[in-house]
């Protein structure tokens, strides 16, 4: 990035700042919603939950038909040794249930919970099945499968699918794979792992869920369609990515974010926010809210000194601004898309360790006049 930055005075860069109208979630349940689209429905459906993360199953919304139900919640027995381990179509090569598929087989099923006089929401809206009626651990990486069934009625509604076993549900910490219609109880399936036009079922619904681990950040979340600062691929603290949803809030995620560059390659900024504005980019140590600044955000960088009259942080300098004419600033101007790319070199003299905090001011071309995007702390590796 040699020749990338101008640089300016940090009291000069506080009074623009200040001249552009700039003054002055705890880990817990979350929600994945999967889908309330149903063409189709039995007694119940099967699906596989892949853990990202490890998480604990809690509790679901159903989509039923109208009416007083009870609900049965399964979970496949994980045999390490079968084929599948952990899946619907979990299949042991060894006991009792060997060369049976799980979906087939009670034995390979342990019932998690029953649920008396479910009342219905009615067809394709949320059913609760009320908070902490299953605790089914998952461990990272882990795959096991869930059956969900109403006793002795035709009432589970889902919707045909076409890609059996792919992910068709997600965030950070799960997957949700396509996979079985069910007759009671254990009575047969409707959707065929081999593939083909409406080979599999999607389950409707709504999962509950905890993870103890989730981390939520400090820093400033990127701001969806006003000012989001991504680079070579980025991540929060728990992995997630520029664009990620908490799902405990169902708002974007915190930062900061993190992003290792090897030398000899490129750094990468992609921006967005509104069509044709420009985009100042600072620079310097990473310091979560530094200064809070609503409606516009927080500054997330600084050395935790302040600017005596402005209060603005100290420590940063003005990586590139987007209203000069010269590069690279001119380029920092979003498209008629709202967005704008590029890539500068990471030579492999560059030291390696955090090359700097970057996070983007950018205009709205409305009353706010700016707005703050997420701060991304790059590191050079070799």
Not at 110 to 136: D, K, Q, R, W, Y
Not at 202 to 224: C, E, K, L, S, V
């Given at each position: 990035?040699?020749?990338?930055?101008?640089?300016?005075?940090?009291?000069?860069?506080?009074?623009?700042?200040?001249?552009?109208?700039?003054?002055?979630?705890?880990?817990?349940?979350?929600?994945?919603?999967?889908?309330?689209?149903?063409?189709?429905?039995?007694?119940?459906?099967?699906?596989?939950?892949?853990?990202?993360?490890?998480?604990?199953?809690?509790?679901?919304?159903?989509?039923?038909?109208?009416?007083?139900?009870?609900?049965?919640?399964?979970?496949?027995?994980?045999?390490?040794?079968?084929?599948?381990?952990?899946?619907?179509?979990?299949?042991?090569?060894?006991?009792?249930?060997?060369?049976?598929?799980?979906?087939?087989?009670?034995?390979?099923?342990?019932?998690?919970?029953?649920?008396?006089?479910?009342?219905?929401?009615?067809?394709?809206?949320?059913?609760?099945?009320?908070?902490?009626?299953?605790?089914?651990?998952?461990?990272?990486?882990?795959?096991?499968?869930?059956?969900?069934?109403?006793?002795?009625?035709?009432?589970?509604?889902?919707?045909?699918?076409?890609?059996?076993?792919?992910?068709?549900?997600?965030?950070?910490d799960l997957a949700?794979?396509?996979?079985?219609?069910?007759?009671?109880?254990?009575?047969?399936?409707?959707?065929?792992?081999?593939?083909?036009?409406?080979?599999?079922?999607?389950?409707?619904?709504?999962?509950?869920?905890?993870?103890?681990?989730?981390?939520?950040?400090?820093?400033?979340?990127?701001?969806?369609?006003?000012?989001?600062?991504?680079?070579?691929?980025?991540?929060?603290?728990?992995?997630?990515?520029?664009?990620?949803?908490?799902?405990?809030?169902?708002?974007?995620?915190?930062?900061?974010?993190?992003?290792?560059?090897?030398?000899?390659?490129?750094?990468?900024?992609?921006?967005?926010?509104?069509?044709?504005?420009?985009?100042?980019?600072?620079?310097?140590?990473?310091?979560?809210?530094?200064?809070?600044?609503?409606?516009?955000?927080?500054?997330?960088?600084?050395?935790?000194?302040?600017?005596?009259?402005?209060?603005?942080?100290?420590?940063?300098?003005?990586?590139?601004?987007?209203?000069a004419p010269t590069?690279?600033?001119?380029?920092?101007?979003?498209?008629?898309?709202?967005?704008?790319?590029?890539?500068?070199?990471?030579?492999?003299?560059?030291?390696?360790?955090?090359?700097?905090?970057?996070?983007?001011?950018?205009?709205?071309?409305?009353p706010s006049v700016?707005?703050?995007?997420?701060?991304?702390?790059?590191?050079?590796?070799?």
């Amino acid at each position: 990035m040699q020749g990338s930055r101008s640089r300016a005075s940090v009291p000069v860069m506080a009074m623009l700042v200040l001249a552009l109208g700039l003054s002055g979630a705890a880990a817990g349940q979350f929600t994945l919603p999967v889908l309330f689209g149903a063409n189709n429905g039995q007694a119940g459906n099967m699906f596989d939950v892949v853990a990202s993360n490890a998480i604990t199953l809690k509790s679901f919304d159903l989509n039923l038909d109208g009416g007083t139900f009870d609900i049965e919640i399964w979970s496949v027995i994980t045999d390490p040794t079968a084929m599948n381990p952990g899946s619907i179509i979990q299949t042991p090569t060894a006991g009792p249930s060997m060369g049976l598929r799980a979906d087939t087989d009670m034995m390979q099923w342990n019932l998690e919970a029953t649920v008396l006089g479910v009342v219905s929401n009615g067809f394709n809206n949320p059913t609760p099945l009320g908070p902490g009626v299953v605790n089914i651990p998952y461990a990272a990486g882990e795959t096991k499968g869930i059956y969900i069934t109403v006793v002795a009625a035709t009432a589970i509604n889902y919707t045909n699918g076409n890609n059996w076993g792919a992910p068709y549900a997600s965030n950070g910490d799960l997957a949700v794979l396509e996979g079985f219609g069910s007759v009671y109880q254990f009575g047969g399936s409707f959707g065929n792992p081999i593939g083909g036009a409406n080979s599999s079922r999607r389950w409707n619904g709504n999962i509950h869920y905890d993870n103890p681990n989730f981390m939520p950040g400090i820093g400033q979340a990127p701001q969806t369609g006003l000012a989001v600062l991504d680079i070579n691929n980025s991540a929060e603290v728990n992995g997630l990515p520029v664009g990620a949803i908490d799902p405990s809030t169902m708002s974007p995620v915190n930062g900061p974010y993190f992003t290792d560059i090897s030398q000899g390659t490129s750094i990468s900024f992609h921006l967005e926010g509104t069509p044709g504005q420009p985009i100042i980019l600072l620079a310097g140590p990473l310091l979560p809210a530094a200064l809070v600044v609503p409606p516009q955000g927080q500054i997330d960088i600084g050395n935790g000194m302040f600017d005596p009259v402005s209060g603005f942080p100290l420590g940063i300098v003005l990586a590139a601004n987007g209203t000069a004419p010269t590069f690279p600033d001119a380029f920092f101007v979003l498209d008629v898309n709202g967005e704008m790319d590029i890539s500068l070199p990471v030579f492999s003299t560059f030291p390696l360790g955090i090359l700097s905090t970057f996070q983007a001011v950018v205009f709205t071309g409305g009353p706010s006049v700016v707005a703050i995007s997420n701060a991304v702390q790059v590191n050079i590796v070799p």
